[in-house]
T-cell receptor
Framework: DVKVTQSSRYLVKRTGEKVFLECVQD?????MFWYRQDPGLGLRLIYF???????EKGDIPEGYSVSREKKERFSLILESASTNQTSMYLC???????????????FGPGTRLTVL | DQQVKQNSPSLSVQEGRISILNCDYT??????FLWYKKYPAEGPTFLIS?????DKNEDGRFTVFLNKSAKHLSLHIVPSQPGDSAVYFC????????????FGQGTELSVKP
């Protein structure tokens, strides 16, 4: 079974702090994704990565950066946390390939971040 | 611009009856569609998918229907069970987009005993 783990389930930070959210997957997936989930807005893609040291902006990258130094690990960084970044953050991974079934993404349990 | 829309934020159904969750999309280039189920405090889990070359895919109690001309898909759950109570997200993807998914806003299903 694919396992995607996230470093924290709940996190409380103060405005202006630098925040690191870590995600690790154990199935050698090429693709990794960071989303945030907010009520009424669904899952919105922040950043994704096809390979080590590769990153692509998603739909809402402002205020975030990412790092992928190893294939299994994808980090989301909030350089200076703000209250509007209070949200549920979800990490996902998937295989890379031509088959549409490769589009199935496997999600971690999420990190509920509160910025005060 | 919301390319994938789930216009019903919530749905309440009696146990044993059919649940129908709807999803509309605007981009005709989407060629693969997925449904995910999410319980509170857990990540979404994959439920069922359908390719644009099909109009129906069935897996046990779950059936997804695709109407390409209407750019509409629906998820049918028969019979509904209390354990089906969760938030359901539809998602769409395009070929050659590296597996990137576009998600709808979600529909919260409540199945009452």
């Amino acid at each position: 079974d694919v396992k995607v783990t996230q470093s924290s389930r709940y996190l409380v930070k103060r405005t202006g702090e630098k925040v690191f959210l870590e995600c690790v997957q154990d199935m050698d997936h090429e693709n990794m994704f960071w989303y945030r989930q907010d009520p009424g807005l669904g899952l919105r893609l922040i950043y994704f990565s096809y390979d080590v040291k590769m990153k692509e902006k998603g739909d809402i990258p402002e205020g975030y950066s990412v790092s992928r130094e190893k294939k299994e690990r994808f980090s989301l960084i909030l350089e200076s946390a703000s209250t509007n970044q209070t949200s549920m953050y979800l990490c996902a991974s998937s295989l890379w390939g031509g088959s549409p079934s490769y589009n199935e993404q496997f999600f971690g349990p999420g990190t509920r971040l509160t910025v005060l | 611009d919301q390319q994938v829309k789930q216009n019903s934020p919530s749905l309440s159904v009696q146990e044993g009856r059919i649940s129908i969750l709807n999803c509309d999309y605007t981009n005709s280039m989407f060629d693969y569609f997925l449904w995910y189920k999410k319980y509170p405090a857990e990540g979404p889990t994959f439920l069922i998918s359908i390719s644009s070359i099909k109009d129906k895919n069935e897996d046990g109690r779950f059936t997804v229907f695709l109407n390409k001309s209407a750019k509409h898909l629906s998820l049918h759950i028969v019979p509904s069970q209390p354990g089906d109570s969760a938030v359901y997200f539809c998602a769409a993807s395009r070929n050659n987009q590296g597996g990137k998914l576009i998600f709808g806003q979600g529909t919260e299903l409540s199945v009452k005993p």
